[in-house]
C-alpha cells in the first residue's frame, strides 16, 4: 500500500462516520490465524531504539534536492545517511 493510499481522520470523524453507520464492523468476520506456542516461546520483547535530535548545517542546494521530492524529506535526508554509514561500517571503516 502506498502512502497515496492512505486515508486519515480524527476520532471525532470516525465517531460521526460510525454514528452515521458509514463504518462497518462484521461480527461473523473469521478470526485471525493462531500464532501456536512455538511463537510465543521463542518470541521477544524488542524495545524501539529512539532517534536523536539534532541541529545540522545543510548547502542550500543540498537541502532543496530533497525537498522537492516533497513530503518526507527529512526522512528521506535520515535514510540516505543511514545507508553511506551503513556501507563505511561494513567495509570497515570508523567515522571520522
Do not use: C
Amino acid at each position: 500500500m502506498s502512502t497515496d493510499d492512505i486515508r486519515r481522520a480524527s476520532l471525532a470523524e470516525l465517531r460521526a462516520k460510525r454514528d452515521a453507520g458509514e463504518l462497518h464492523h462484521d461480527p461473523n468476520a473469521p478470526e485471525g490465524e493462531e500464532l501456536g506456542s512455538e511463537f510465543w516461546e521463542n518470541a521477544a520483547l524488542v524495545q524501539p531504539k529512539g532517534l536523536t535530535s539534532v541541529h545540522l548545517k545543510l548547502d542550500p542546494e543540498v537541502f532543496a534536492f530533497f525537498k522537492r521530492g516533497g513530503k518526507g524529506h527529512l526522512t528521506r535526508m535520515q535514510k540516505v545517511l543511514k545507508a553511506y554509514a551503513e556501507a563505511q561500517m561494513s567495509r570497515g571503516r570508523k567515522a571520522g
